[in-house]
């Protein structure tokens, strides 16, 4: 049965204010939302500093260590410490994105951000602002241990750094953003996803060794991943002290096309999230 | 004749009395998941200014209905028309002039009320949001709670939190999910009352998913009962009352339940 609805006489509408496209207002009170939720709870503002930590620590000895060897291998050694910290940069960049996002699914509180005036650019927005926040507070102090403990100034690499980071933080936060469209439609199911899809990345970005290792076609893939045209720029950067523009513009120009593509999966995930009324799981 | 179509004459009598555009217009809403139908082909509107019951078992699909209207599922088919505007079309004008209100979403737990309220109050462009907060804090008895963290309150706190939450915009549209669910009765009438409050002080239409049969007495003027998925029955409760012989909405509720009564309310 149905309860028919008659619908003559319109309703006078109030006066409707202006709603823009795109808010800065609701950005930054989503980041403020995450800040909140950063600063009451000590643990996880020592999570972001731990792991850089301990990886800067292990990476910056086994440097020192094969320093003293002398030959070749010296000299691929003396890259593992920029390496395992702009490692870290694409990883905690990833993950400051993705874990802010299911801080959401944790407390249920997707549903309140989904019927509320929040849009989706602007949630993604809130959430690449947070990525930066989380990673400037994991990676500024180790950047500063690293000069302190084995003399490795990352902020020395100057504008390469810059090039660097960009590249870096826009692949980080595309996979981010796929990561979180997987989360929406899937629910927690797909958590471990968040966790672990960069360490694909590990092995065929080449962070610590050159691309010419890798067998043909595998350089094939490794070359379609923008990272990898970091880690040969960071090379060339610190052993040669060469800073290759052509390879940060090409990875500029792949991580473009990979960062659309991730917001349009990302705005398919929640349609299709809406289409099989996944958001009223509440993420589980 | 069916109950349903008898059910849709009283309804479409009702509507027709109406002395503006519905608040709320549902036409042929329908929701198909791979499992089954959830809601099939329902319709019904709201006068603005009223508060209507939405009731039915588990799975009758009220919270479908209520999602739909919120744009938070896609319909199948069907559409919604909220404050004469479409929804999901116009969904960001809208959600701003409506809120909902479930015990079973919750707020961030380790920011406090004030930083949640904030948040949400950011969210939703309210002006003066301070104002609005220590408005809300005083009408909702929450003052003594805005600094403490949303995970460490009672059931009973929570859902004056989440009405708080929900008022935040005074929306002219509000959707309620079983707001005095797992409330004691003092609380949950306490509730009831600041419901009918900003109700009568904003002119808000109300649609009240509960399975609470004396709340639903108290606070509806009409009441729509669903069944698997489908309006079985809609009327003011004096009306149904009548119509089914009974003397409380629990019993009527029951009928519609177990199909006994509902023929014969029918005929």
């Known amino acids: 049965m149905s309860v028919p609805v008659q619908t003559q006489s319109r309703r006078v509408e109030p006066a409707i204010r202006f709603h823009p496209a795109f808010s800065w207002a609701r950005v930054f009170a989503m980041v403020q939302r995450y800040w909140y939720l950063l600063r009451s709870s000590w643990p996880r503002v020592l999570d972001l500093i731990y792991w850089p930590t301990v990886q800067m620590c292990m990476w910056g000895f086994l440097q020192m260590y094969v320093g003293q060897q002398g030959g070749v291998v010296a000299r691929a050694g003396q890259t593992f410490l920029g390496a395992v910290m702009l490692w870290d940069m694409l990883f905690r960049g990833q993950l400051g994105f993705s874990i802010s996002f299911l801080e959401e699914m944790y407390s249920r509180n997707l549903s309140n951000l989904l019927i509320s005036p929040l849009r989706p650019m602007e949630f993604v927005t809130s959430l690449m602002i947070m990525s930066v926040i989380r990673l400037a507070v994991g990676m500024v102090p180790v950047s500063i241990l690293a000069i302190l403990f084995f003399g490795f100034n990352l902020w020395a690499l100057g504008f390469g750094l810059v090039a660097f980071f960009v590249n870096l933080m826009l692949t980080g936060w595309a996979v981010g953003i796929f990561v979180s469209g997987l989360l929406l439609r899937n629910g927690l199911g797909a958590e471990n996803m968040a966790w672990s899809i960069m360490f694909l990345l590990l092995p065929l970005t080449c962070v610590y060794y050159p691309v010419s290792v890798l067998p043909g076609w595998l350089q094939t893939i490794a070359w379609s991943l923008p990272p990898t045209y970091v880690f040969e720029g960071m090379r060339a950067l610190l052993l040669d002290h060469v800073f290759r523009a052509d390879l940060m513009l090409q990875a500029l120009a792949i991580n473009m096309v990979l960062f659309m593509l991730a917001i349009l999966a990302f705005l398919e995930f929640l349609k299709s999230s809406r289409r099989h009324g996944s958001l009223l799981a509440g993420g589980e | ?267």
């Open chain 2, 1 to 267: 004749m069916t109950a349903g179509g008898l059910c849709s004459r009283v309804a479409l009598a009702t509507c027709r009395r109406m002395s503006a555009a519905p608040a709320l217009a549902v036409r042929d809403l329908t929701k198909i998941y791979k499992t089954g139908t959830a809601v099939a082909g329902i319709s019904f509107a709201l006068e603005p200014g009223t508060v209507t019951g939405l009731l039915g078992g588990n799975g009758a699909g009220k919270t479908t209905t209520i999602a739909m209207i919120m744009g938070l599922v896609a319909p199948t088919s069907g559409t919604v028309e909220v404050l004469g505007r479409q929804m999901p079309r116009d969904r960001y004008h809208l959600l701003h002039r409506m809120n909902f209100e479930s015990p079973y979403v919750e707020m961030p737990h380790r920011l406090s009320i004030r930083q949640n309220l904030k948040i949400f109050g950011k969210l939703y462009g309210v002006r003066d949001i301070a104002a609005r907060i220590a408005q809300l804090a005083e009408e909702l008895d929450l003052a003594d709670l805005l600094d403490r963290a949303a995970g460490k309150l009672s059931a009973g706190q929570k859902t004056r939190v989440s009405l708080a939450k929900a008022l935040i915009n005074s929306p002219e549209l509000l959707l309620l999910d079983e707001p005095t669910a797992s409330l004691d009765p003092d609380t949950a009438d306490w509730v009831r009352g600041r419901l009918e409050r900003f109700r009568d002080e904003r002119r808000a239409t109300i649609l009240l998913a509960s399975h609470n049969m004396a709340e639903v007495e108290r606070m509806c003027e009409h009441v729509i009962m669903m069944k698997k998925g489908v309006i079985v029955d809609y009327d003011t409760p004096a009306r149904l009352l009548t119509r089914y012989g009974r003397t409380n909405l629990e019993e009527v509720f029951l009928d519609v339940a177990r199909n006994t009564g509902v023929r014969e309310a029918a005929q």
